[in-house]
């Protein structure tokens, strides 16, 4: 058996972790991130009939998180209470290894919580969110919450239709429509860690990869932890650049005939929200 600890999954969680502690993006013990293995990897470092003992979901009502979809999976999550900037120090007691049990009712801890702890508070609406984007996208291995300064500071002062929302986001740096033509989902204010969260950011997942909790932060769902990253990294960027313009005028922005050339230019034309553009049905397509 190898040794968990050079597992390249869990070295990249790790640096991606520090990296967004970083970033400034998962202060104290915000965020969290649930990065769905392939047992067979998984199997040439622990032995997968050795449970170390049941986690509950608790506070989770079973009428909102059917689990089933996902029954028999194994999750590398962060720990809940536990602070991004430990993780890569010291993985085994801020992250654990789990598999949800056959029945979809409660999770078989495999490794890690070594302290005695337990999964991410949020489990609920990433594993209701993983199951929305698998629906979607058969590949999609990873969720990632966390709080970046200034996607949450625009959602403070910016108005929270999704079409205006991603709108603005796309007119901040060219390649925002390139790398989420499906726009952002915008929750209002909900309180977190709570099933009616966790459904209604599964929801949107089926529309969108990034969806952001008004005053909290932001989900990002994506094939494999670059990518999720990178999505965030993306909505970040441009969150800061609209921050920097502030209320100054802007001068020259980005058309939305600008836009379409990108769209065409990327091929994307399948999975751009054309809605969120005000153009004439002509140049749509
Ligand atoms: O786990 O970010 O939303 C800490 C959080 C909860
Ligand atoms: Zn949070």
């Not at 194994?74 to 720990?79: N, S």
């Amino acid at each position: 058996m190898k040794d968990i600890l050079t597992a390249p999954f869990l070295i990249e969680f790790e640096k991606t972790a520090s990296n967004m502690y970083r970033l400034g993006w998962d202060e104290r013990n915000g965020g969290n991130i649930s990065y769905m293995l392939d047992e067979k990897e998984v199997a040439e470092y622990l032995d997968l009939n050795h449970v170390i003992r049941d986690i509950p979901f608790a506070g989770i009502q079973s009428s909102s998180l059917d689990a089933r979809p996902v029954a028999g999976k194994i999750f590398l999550v962060t720990g809940t209470g536990k602070y991004f900037k430990n993780v890569e120090s010291d993985p085994e007691t801020n992250a654990g290894i789990i598999r949800i049990a056959k029945d979809g009712s409660h999770a078989e801890l495999l490794w890690g919580y070594k302290d005695g702890g337990r999964f991410t508070s949020e489990l609920p609406a990433h594993l209701m969110s993983h199951m929305a984007r698998l629906a979607v996208d058969p590949e999609n291995r990873v969720v990632m919450h966390c709080h970046p300064t200034n996607t949450l500071a625009m959602t403070y002062v910016h108005p929270l239709d999704e079409k205006s929302f991603s709108h603005t986001l796309w007119t901040m740096s060219t390649e925002c429509v390139v790398v989420f033509p499906e726009g952002v989902g915008v929750l209002p204010w909900m309180l977190c860690g709570t099933d009616e969260i966790g459904v209604a950011t599964a929801e949107k997942m089926h529309d969108f990869r990034i969806v952001l909790w008004t005053n909290h932060g932001i989900y990002g769902a994506g094939k494999t932890l670059d990518e999720t990253f990178g999505l965030i990294e993306t909505v970040e960027k441009a969150a800061t650049i609209y921050n920097i313009i502030g209320t100054r005028p802007i001068l020259n922005n980005i058309s939305d005939e600008n836009m379409a050339e990108l769209i065409h230019i990327f091929h994307i034309e399948d999975t751009v929200r054309w809605d969120f553009l005000d153009l004439p049905e002509d140049k749509k397509h």
